[in-house]
């Protein structure tokens, strides 16, 4: 109890919890969002289309420690982003993207929907391979436009799979560690929960406190399931 006790009123506890969540909320919407306009791109037959599926799975196959530093070389205030920024322009300063509120944040997630998203990207391509050419045959001869034919068949088709990722993507993100500590370090506003867990356990070795944050983790998480099982799954599967 004493454990639990002293990270509850941690002066980190909040900061922590609220960065978890917009990390892990942020990373899976992002990677859900690139893998269905990947899936989106390459679903139509085209010369090369082989080519660009293989190409999309970089990211993910890629060893997460080269990315990570990959990244942080790019990202770096004499890096090559904002060599070309300063170079163009737009930037008459350097900024520090991976040490400086938000930017920080904000690189963070966008390199998680980056590494990610080809995960997403195979399961909703196999499921809109699965999708019956019929019915957008048939909506063509209603005059029904792209748009309408994304909303009202390609959208429900996939609803589903869509949940379903979702859900498996946003446990993985909650609980990932590797991520957050090779890009920013923990740095402005990106010490994740699990960066806490690491700190209390390598930083002060203190183990009862690392595992009572790792259970806060495992109940915050909990909770989420339940929500999200009772609501948007069910829904889902009802639909």
């Known amino acids: 109890l004493a454990n ?4 509850v009123t941690h002066h980190d506890f909040v900061p922590a919890l609220k960065a978890t969540l917009v990390y892990t909320t942020g990373g899976t919407l992002l990677a859900l969002f690139m893998g269905l306009a990947a899936a989106l791109l390459v679903h139509s037959s085209f010369r090369g289309r082989s080519l660009f599926r293989g190409a999309f799975l970089i990211p ?3 060893p997460v420690v080269a990315v990570a530093f990959a990244w942080r070389f790019i990202l770096d205030p004499r890096g090559v982003l904002v060599t070309a920024l300063l170079g163009s322009g737009i930037l008459e300063q350097p900024i520090h ?14 390199f998680e929907g980056w590494r990610y998203f080809p995960f997403d990207f195979l399961f909703i391509l196999a499921r809109l391979q699965a999708i019956p050419e019929e019915f957008y045959e048939a909506a063509s001869v209603d005059g029904a436009t792209p748009l309408q034919k ?3 068949i390609t959208l429900p088709q996939l609803k589903l799979v869509l949940a379903t990722l979702m859900l498996l993507r946003f446990m993985w993100t909650f609980n990932k ?3 957050a500590f090779l890009v920013t370090r923990g740095s402005a506003g990106t010490r994740v929960i699990t960066i806490k867990v690491y700190d209390f ?15 806060v983790l495992f109940t915050v998480l909990g909770v989420f399931l339940v929500v999200y099982f009772k609501t948007v799954m069910s829904r889902a599967e009802e639909e």
Do not use: C, H, T
């Open 4 to 7: 639990f006790s002293k990270i």
């Open 60 to 62: 993910y196959i890629a």
């Open 97 to 110: 993207l991976l040490g400086q509120r938000p930017w920080a944040m904000i690189s963070l997630i966008a």
């Open 150 to 152: 994304f909303f009202f």
């Open 177 to 179: 560690f590797d991520d």
């Open 201 to 215: 356990l390598i930083g002060e070795f203190n183990v009862g406190a690392g595992a009572a944050m790792a259970l």
